[in-house]
């Protein structure tokens, strides 16, 4: 499964949708080879300058997929959520801001985690080209909850002009 793809062309539009733009299913054992979710606006209008809002940007409940490249702001609940998914690797996505870098904060979590042993950013010493960039989120840049959210690794990332709101549970930001 590939959702986009390296090139513009490839690029998809994801928005609009009432729950999640992309769902990634818990049946889902992969690997970040045959998994992918590449280099697509979700959450964003085609020119990437203005929302066309999901509930949840990327939903993973799944295993072993990498969402990498992909521009994801503009949702309500969560830009993107790992819901129960283990062993995924998050890069390079640019999480909260639209296109043009809009200083408009918005109401959602970043990166909601609740799964374990998944990467966001760099793995040991990738460095920050590995990394994402995650602002403009209210209710938290990155976001850990759940007593089995084990093992997670947050590196690597550009995080600021974040919040934070209590109920979410804990919070790295």
Same mark, same amino acid.
């Given at each position: ?11 998809? #539009?994801?928005?609009?949708?009432? #729950?999640? $733009? %992309?769902?990634?299913?818990?049946? #889902? ?11 697509? *606006?979700?959450? *964003? ?8 809002? /999901? ?6 409940? $799944? ?11 503009? &949702? ?6 790992? !819901? @129960?998914? &283990?062993?995924?690797? %998050? ?17 959602? #979590? @970043? ?5 374990? /042993?998944? *990467? %966001? @950013? ?11 960039? %995650? ?11 759940? &007593? ?13 002009? &974040?919040?934070?709101?209590?109920? !979410? ?5």
């Amino acid at each position: 499964l590939i959702i986009g793809g390296q090139n513009a062309a490839d690029r998809n #539009v994801i928005g609009g949708a009432g #729950v999640n $733009g %992309i769902s990634i299913q818990a049946g #889902v054992q992969s690997s970040t080879d045959d998994c992918q979710i590449v280099n697509n *606006l979700i959450g *964003l209008t085609p020119d990437g300058l203005s929302e066309l809002a /999901n509930n949840v940007g990327v939903s993973v409940n $799944g295993s072993g997929c990498a969402v990498v490249r992909n521009r994801i702001a503009g &949702n309500t609940l969560a830009n993107l959520w790992i !819901n @129960g998914g &283990n062993n995924n690797v %998050i890069q390079q996505n640019w999480i909260g801001p639209y296109v043009d870098d809009d200083s408009e904060r918005h109401d959602v #979590v @970043g990166v909601l985690v609740q799964g374990s /042993n998944n *990467l %966001i @950013g760099a793995s040991g010493n990738g460095g920050t080209l590995a990394g994402n960039t %995650i602002r403009l989120n209210l209710r938290g840049g990155v976001v850990i909850r759940g &007593n089995t959210s084990i093992g997670n690794s947050v590196k690597a990332n550009l995080l600021g002009d &974040n919040g934070f709101d209590g109920d !979410n549970g804990g919070r790295m930001d």
